[in-house]
């Protein structure tokens, strides 16, 4: 029974007795297994062993340096840009090992997009921006293009704001805008989930909260998996949060869960505060 | 106790800012030598040549009577030269900096490379004449024309260039990089449609910067034995030829035979200064112009 044996992988690294509700009907769309990860001889991923749910704000937590960015820019293979990146264990997405060599990253990552924790706008028009992705995968028609900029647009939320000024450079936008034309941009490429870098800590509260309140309504159509170092932000938008620290997953459970009852002493610290 | 003694620094107050005037003084003249000594040299070459430049001046060819003597055939060579130096200079600098930059594994062969273009841009002209008369004139025989020396000019500029667009590849910043891979793009999708268009301002104005060294260059084309006699216009890359600063020499030369040479080469200097003059304006304007802020 799969809901069973799905139930189980959840169990073995939360607190046993509480299993999250509804993961029964939900498919899981990463499933990382035994991970390390060294850059050179500094350990940064030890076993880590995690499953996450279509549909469903994922949160990671933690302090500076415990892998959390790490873990997620291996999920789309972005940590292979650095040269000295040994990594072991299976990475599934849908039930394919991304790490082996004959998985094409380029066609990871168009199923996979990212937000960055700065705002990077291309220096183009808004327009050339979010139908870069389409383009690179070989859509040349105007037409086309043109629905989905303006899907994407809609879809971040953004549109209202730049529909008259497409063709201005995206330079010319709040921080905020940039990173919600960011998120368009990723959105433009179709994908499947949504990876998110940290992807407020660049803006001010209220650009902030238009970026959450965008992380629910997109919920509905991609599953996201947002690092975040903000503990407030994770308790509003997430639905299981995973507490990395040192490079190992200490708890990983029903956000409710993690922030009102957790189970190990280092999660209850740190989300008190008393470190990190 | 206080470690500094007001008394002493009072003292030794008028000792340093007279010190700082002398400091500011001489960082003053040195600027002034270099501007006094082109003042010079531009009022002489203007004085002795400017009366010499007219239209017959620039429209004739090469003749051995001063006053119908011109300098369309080496105006002519220049061009020629230059549509040869241009594109293998971009095609061979930017593809070697691409490699450099974006594909290269950073170690000791990369470290090697990139050693040895850092050294060959300081090697003197002169040797990279010798190895176009090796290579091309002769090893190729090609003989000396316009495809020979225009070669051999590439080849002395290219380190440049490739430093110029180097540089300006390793300005783009990674996010813009990280985007565009984020998004399933390849490299050279990446390199195509973000690298390039982004550091194309830094790339053109270290080439033109280059292309007008290439321009102002005697030394290796003299050595390629690129001919000060009486030649026919060029017609194309593979005519004989001469260019701006090899007649200037030529007629320096010469002007022990004939007094009126000296005027004609001061008139060629100005026109070549003013040739300069505008392909560094245009690097110029091109750098403020497309300069791209991150």
Partial sequence: MPALAENNKIQVFTSMEEAPKNVSTKKVVYDTKDLNLWYGDDHALKNINLSIYENEVTAIIGPSGCGKSTYIKTLNRMVELIPVVRISGEILYRERNILERTYKVEDLRTKVGMVFQKPNPFPKSIYENVAYGPKIHGIRDKKTLDEIVEKSLKGAAIWDEVKDRLNENAY???????????????????????????????????????????????KKDFSIIIVTHNMQQAARISDKTAFFLSGEVVEFAQTDKIFSNPSDKRTEDYITGRFG | MKYIDNNLVQKKMGSRLLRNK???????????????VLVILIYRVIRDGAAWIDFDFINNKLSTDPERAGIMGAILGTLWLMLVVAPVTMILGIGTAIYLEEYAKKGKLQALIQTNISNLAGVPSVVFGLLGLTVFVRGMDLGNIVLAGGLTMALLVLPVVVVAAQEAIRAVPGFLREASYGMGATKWQTIKNVVLPASLPGILTGTILALSRAIGETAPLVVIGIPALLIPLPDGVFDKFTILPVQIYYWTLDSALVAEYTNLAAATIVILLVVLFLMNSVAIFIRNKFQQRF
């Fill in chain 2, 22 to 36: 002398l400091a500011k003084l001489f960082f003053l003249l040195a600027t002034l030598f270099g501007l006094f």
């Fill in chain 1, 172 to 218: 010319g936008l709040s921080g905020g805008q940039q990173q919600r034309l960011c998120i368009a941009r990723a959105l433009a490429i179709e994908p499947d989930v949504i990876l998110m870098d940290e992807p407020t800590s660049a803006l001010d509260p209220i650009s902030t909260l238009k970026v959450e309140e965008l992380v629910q309504e997109l």
